[in-house]
């Protein structure tokens, strides 16, 4: 054999390997770039932030639920059952009201939406209005439909030893799978000593003050929402405000915030109650869950029940906000407040 044979040889060899480990990858496909699951029924999420873009394209769905990580634990096939929808989790860590617009656009370009169904969060009505997706740890790769920007992807070492085995074995035990995906709560403890641990109560309290551009990114935010749901009529929105810890309402008192918390409700509550495909709930103010702190994990991460609790009060509209009852939902978020930092925090002290 020729020298020149040989290195023809060795060529043709490597390009069938590479070809194979290519073909692996898109078969297996763990972030759900290219397909849903060829080799297994189940379709378990797990890593959020690699894949939900991915699955906002290639997955069928005709409903989204749409939040932070506290909305990751609700069980969307009770959802699914109530509405006769198809729900998928669409969901960022600390999701800023930026990100979650980010990919409820994605949303629509993929499919036609009956519902969303949105855990809305103050601190994403506060946060700053520039989209945050594309880092290292969420590639921008991810994001894009187009196979051709995707050689990191195919030819990775941790998608191929360590992505794919997970993704296999997590199918096979049902993890994450249906409407328990991306869900954390396994193996976590909530009880108000774990909860204390999130939370050292300063001394002294500083005075209150307005964060530079706070209001103007809450305006801007609100005003975005307003703007997606207003473009799309046809679609139903139910939006839930989750109720965090009073360690979380102390903590924003304490920093001297709590001003701009309150800003935020009353700008947001009118608003979106006044749309006519809003369904409107405000769960905050429930004293007997906030002001219990086992029921948390840190300030603001509640157990499943509280989840449940949510659905179980948009069912029955036992939370529902409407534009004449927004005044007295305000009145007792503050009623509860001024309770929480004069006296209900103490009692974990």
Avoid at 102 to 108: D, I, P, R
Avoid at 140 to 166: G, S, V
Wanted: glycine share 4%; proline share 5%; hydrophobic share 40%.
């Amino acid at each position: 054999m020729t020298v020149q044979k040989a290195w023809k040889k060795l060529l043709i060899f490597i390009m069938v390997q590479v070809l194979l480990l290519v073909l692996i990858t898109y078969v297996c496909d763990p972030f759900y770039q290219y397909h849903q699951p060829y080799l297994t029924d189940a379709q378990p999420f797990y890593d959020r932030d690699h894949q939900v873009p991915g699955s906002v394209r290639t997955s069928e769905y005709d409903s989204i639920l749409l939040g932070s990580s506290v909305a990751e634990n609700f069980d969307t096939s009770v959802i699914d059952a109530h509405y006769n929808c198809t729900t998928l989790k669409v969901v960022r860590a600390s999701g800023s009201t930026a990100d979650l617009l980010y990919y409820l656009e994605q949303v629509h370009d993929a499919q036609t939406l009956t519902h969303v169904f949105w855990c809305m969060d103050i601190f994403a009505l506060n946060a700053d209005t520039q989209v945050t997706l594309y880092s290292a740890e969420t590639p921008r790769h991810l994001h894009t439909a187009t196979i051709l920007d995707d050689f990191t992807y195919l030819l990775n070492k941790d998608i191929l030893f360590q992505e794919i085995p997970q993704n296999l074995a997590f199918a096979a035990m049902g993890k994450g799978t249906g409407g328990n995906a991306y869900n954390w709560a396994e193996n976590k403890t909530f009880s108000a000593q774990q909860a204390m641990r999130a939370y050292a109560k300063p001394t002294q309290n500083v005075a209150p003050y307005i964060p530079e551009d706070s209001r103007e990114c809450t305006d801007q935010n609100l005003a975005a929402i307003l703007s997606e749901i207003n473009s799309h009529p046809q679609v139903q929105y139910t939006i839930f405000f989750p109720p965090y810890s009073m360690i979380w309402w102390d903590c924003g008192y304490t920093s001297g915030i709590s001003d701009e918390y309150f800003y935020t409700l009353e700008k947001a509550l009118p608003a979106l109650a006044a749309c006519p495909n809003v369904d409107l709930h405000y769960f905050q103010a429930e004293q007997d869950i906030i002001c219990d702190l086992d029921n948390y994990m840190d300030m603001i991460h509640y157990a499943p029940e509280v989840n449940q609790f949510m659905l179980d009060g948009i069912f029955s509209d036992s939370h529902k906000v409407l534009p004449e009852t927004v005044p007295s939902v305000l009145a007792d978020m503050e009623s509860l407040f001024q309770y929480i930092i004069s006296e209900g925090i103490y009692l974990y002290y």
